[in-house]
């Protein structure tokens, strides 16, 4: 088995909306991204790719090809999957957390699992999605922006 985590921030900027997990949350503000800017996605892509050694989200769709430009992100994270799997690795299971002084994602977690697990290829029961402030510390807590940790473990074929 291997373990993997993946991190990732975006700077708020224009827009009426976030996608976090795969779920569009209507806020002020958008994220400025080369992709939709989920920044939980990427996350995980950088932890299932971490952790089948196959490097960064980064690397596999680069910020400078513009193939990617505005991509919804689930459609990465599935390749990301199929990439493990061509490696002989599958999902075990997520943890993940949501690091944001707004929007509230309390009420998005569920269906953010409902989106992420058939992307990964698992059931929902193993996909764990937390979602957390900073008590207006940092980056995220002054509004600025968003950011996401994910651990996943991978598990042979």
């Known amino acids: 088995m291997r373990i993997g985590h993946g991190y990732d921030a975006h700077r708020f900027g224009d827009g009426d909306f976030v996608t976090i997990g795969g779920v569009r949350i209507d806020h002020d503000r ?17 932890a299932v790719l971490g952790a089948a050694g196959l490097g960064d989200i980064g690397r ?6 513009a193939r990617f ?30 690091i944001a002084q ?4 309390g ?3 569920a269906a953010m699992v409902a989106a992420l697990a058939p992307d990964l290829g698992v059931d ?7 979602a957390t ?7 995220t807590g002054r509004g600025e922006g968003i950011a996401a940790h994910a651990v ?6």
């Not at 996943?152 to 074929?157: K, S």
């Open 69 to 98: 430009k505005d991509i919804d992100s689930r459609l990465l994270l599935r390749r990301v999957r199929d990439q493990a799997a061509a490696c002989g690795w599958r999902v075990e299971n997520l943890d993940a957390t949501v």
């Open 152 to 157: 996943v473990l991978l598990a042979p074929l």
């Open 107 to 109: 009420p998005h977690i």
């Open 60 to 65: 596999h769709f680069p910020d400078s090809d």
């Open 30 to 46: 958008g994220l400025e991204a080369h992709s939709d800017g989920d920044v939980l996605i990427h996350a995980i892509c950088d």
């Open 124 to 130: 929902n029961g193993r996909v764990n999605i937390k």
């Open 133 to 139: 402030t900073t008590e207006g510390m940092g980056f």
């Open 102 to 105: 707004a929007p509230r994602l």
